[in-house]
């Protein structure tokens, strides 16, 4: 079965969100788009909220959000314990949120980026692995498990 990604945005976010659908699927993903349809007024909270749940429910093990300035849209989806949405600028950040954070959730800013660096940094987030040393994955689970 191939591995799932879901992809959301907002009105800010839409044209990205549909010029990154093919790269997820040009990498050989199955897309699993949350919406909108279309470019009228959202809010960005309902698309956040939306990938955690499809996350948290098995539907896609990662994910991909756009909002105008990615900011929104990374608050609303890590209100959930079990998103790591990390908002990047480039690749050595999108790369950087993989080995160090395991992040599942890439956020970008649809306002903020350029297409092709946003390209890039979903290419580097989907092929790069989390790094399973000690020091990365103690400090994971403390993100999921305040104390």
């Given at each position: 079965m191939t591995e799932a990604i879901a992809i959301a945005s907002d009105h800010g976010g839409f044209a990205f969100k549909e010029e990154l659908k093919q790269v997820i699927a040009d990498l050989g993903f199955e897309v699993l788009?949350?919406?909108?349809?279309?470019?009228?007024?959202?809010?960005?909270?309902?698309?956040?909220?939306?990938?955690?749940?499809?996350?948290?429910?098995?539907?896609?093990?990662?994910?991909?959000?756009?909002?105008?300035s990615g900011i929104g849209i990374s608050i609303a989806a890590n209100r959930f314990a079990h998103i790591r949405a990390a908002l990047v600028h480039d690749a050595l950040t999108a790369r950087l949120s993989r080995q160090h954070n395991d992040a599942n959730v890439l956020c970008l800013g649809g306002r903020t980026t350029g297409i092709d660096v946003a390209k890039d940094c979903l290419q580097?987030?989907?092929?790069t692995p989390a790094d399973t040393a000690e020091r990365h994955t103690r400090r994971v689970d403390k993100l999921s498990n305040p104390a």
């Open positions: 788009d949350l919406g909108p349809a279309n470019t009228d007024a959202v809010d960005y909270p309902d698309f956040g909220y939306a990938m955690a749940h499809v996350i948290k429910d098995g539907r896609a093990t990662r994910g991909v959000l756009v909002c105008g580097v987030f989907l092929t």
